[in-house]
């Protein structure tokens, strides 16, 4: 093979995309800097905002394509409040002290469709991959994580749908995961999903309830060495922010203090579990941290000048990254498997 053939050669990798609100468009930027660099997406693993973009990235979407597919979404939509809103201040504190959350979350979902259907995609089975190195449910371009709270564990689709649900997952819809995925609660209103065969119904909750930022859900489960890297993109400062709060600034002002302390226990739901493991040497090491402050997490009504430069946050970030990023080392260093012999150096 030739040295140019050898830079032209596309390199794979897999992606991690953290939740983030609106910050979402960081990770956009990110990615599109990896597809600069040569790499392409094999797998992609998101929750919530990292689902919606994720989505996207799975369905073909690269580079400036997918910027400007990111930048087309009205964040300003993603607030379409439930049908209370005719008493503004009573009718938000009484979505929140019920089922409903204090948005619908029917704009992000028929956005994601739309857009999904101008790339060919409705269903997984869209999305389904041929590669025989992957259990046979793990076949798919993407897998979103979101929380059952019915039945108290942790949920990815469509890895989940036919064990847990009796669904097939080849005919679900990938908007309808994506959209769970984003159900953080008291701000956007569950999803529902019935079992044919039990007859249960289950409530679907936003996947950073349980873990925010899935950087070990590709990993090889069988001990050998990854085929291609796995880069992780989350987002800085940890949702929800430094203050601690959720729900808009407009609302906070006005809620009883049991949704406040109800808030920071989502709050901590949402980053607790990840803080920890994501300053593991082994974890920090193929992750990308974009630090954004141009925006906060439900900062829907954003200028053109925010989005610009979160997408930028994103790019430089992952550019950074890419500049000290070592495969070899990081396999040497991580996971390199010992019944796999070390070279003898010369």
């Known amino acids: 093979m030739t040295a140019s053939n050898k830079r032209h050669k596309p390199l794979l990798a897999d ?4 939740g983030g609100g ?3 468009i960081a990770l956009a930027g990110a990615v599109a800097a990896l597809n600069d660099a040569g790499y392409q997406c094999w797998r992609v693993s998101g929750t919530s905002a990292g689902a919606i973009v994720g989505a996207l990235v799975a369905a073909g979407l690269r ?6 597919a990111a930048m087309r979404l009205d964040y300003a939509r993603f607030a379409d409040k439930v049908p209370l809103d005719r008493v ?3 009718g938000a504190g009484l979505a929140l002290l019920g089922d409903d959350g204090l948005y619908r979350g029917d704009y992000a979902r028929e956005w994601v469709c739309d857009e999904l259907a101008r790339l060919g995609v409705r ?10 190195q992957l259990p046979a449910k793990r076949r798919y371009k993407l897998v979103v994580t979101c929380a059952d709270i019915t039945l108290g564990r942790l949920i990815r ?7 847990v649900y009796g669904l097939d997952p080849d005919t679900q819809l990938v908007a309808d995961a994506v959209r769970a995925s984003m159900s953080v609660p008291l701000l956007f209103r569950p999803a529902a999903i019935t079992n044919p065969v039990t007859g249960v119904t289950s409530t679907l909750v936003d996947g950073g309830v349980v873990s925010n930022f899935p950087i070990d859900s590709l990993d090889r489960t069988d001990g050998k060495l990854p085929r291609w890297p796995t880069f992780g993109v989350t987002l800085m400062p940890e949702i929800p922010g430094p203050d601690g709060t959720l729900l808009p600034t407009w609302l906070n002002k006005v809620m009883p203090a049991p949704v406040h302390l109800l808030e920071r226990v989502i709050s901590t739901a949402l980053v607790g579990r990840d803080q920890a493991y994501q300053h593991k040497p082994w974890v ?12 906060g997490f439900t900062e829907f009504h954003l200028s053109q000048t925010q989005v610009n430069q979160m997408h930028d946050d994103g790019y430089q970030a ?12 990081y396999l040497d260093r991580f996971r390199r498997h010992p019944a796999v012999p070390t070279p003898a150096k010369s």
Do not use: C, H, M
């Open 157 to 163: 689709l469509p890895w989940d749908y036919r064990d």
């Open 15 to 18: 992606l991690v995309l953290s």
């Open 318 to 329: 992952a550019s950074a990254f890419l500049n000290t990023w070592d495969w070899q080392a």
């Open 22 to 24: 609106v910050k979402g």
């Open 123 to 132: 269903t997984f089975g869209d999305l389904a991959l041929d590669d025989s």
């Open 63 to 68: 580079g400036r394509e997918l910027s400007e």
């Open 284 to 295: 920090q090491s193929r992750t990308i941290e974009v630090n954004s402050t141009a925006a």
């Open 88 to 90: 503004p201040l009573l």
